[in-house]
Nanobody
Framework: QVQLVESGGGLVQAGGSLRLSCAASGSIFSINFMGWYRQVPGKQRELVAGITSGGIMNYADSVKGRFTISRDNAKNTVYLQMNSLKPEDTSVYYC??????????????WGQGTLVTVSS
């Protein structure tokens, strides 16, 4: 079983910064992709930023230039540095990982979500 534990959410004023962390643990052989998604009530979950094991990153247009994703492969951890936050960034942020388990079976899993609230 694989678990993702997120941390770093909270309340911040517009223009401020937060850093989210997501650590994977369990029966993991390798992690291919780790990403951050967000979802507000009534809307679909959307990809905010993702990063492959080789360091290839992609971002939603709405966060380019403000958010930075990074990962520590040795710690199976992904980070999301969020700067210049806007009220429209308010959401529950979820971490996701695509991985191979110890017997070589591909799978994906989600974290429980962490709330980010940006006040105007």
């Amino acid at each position: 079983q694989v678990q993702l534990v997120e941390s770093g959410g909270g309340l911040v004023q517009a223009g401020g910064s937060l850093r989210l962390s997501c650590a994977a643990s369990g029966s993991i052989f390798s992690i291919n992709f780790m990403g951050w998604y967000r979802q507000v009530p009534g809307k679909q979950r959307e990809l905010v930023a993702g990063i492959t094991s080789g360091g290839i990153m992609n971002y939603a247009d709405s966060v380019k230039g403000r958010f930075t994703i990074s990962r520590d492969n040795a710690k199976n951890t992904v980070y999301l540095q969020m700067n210049s936050l806007k009220p429209e960034d308010t959401s529950v942020y979820y971490c996701r990982a695509d991985f191979f388990n110890m017997v070589g079976i591909p799978a994906d899993t989600w974290g429980q979500g962490t709330l980010v609230t940006v006040s105007s």
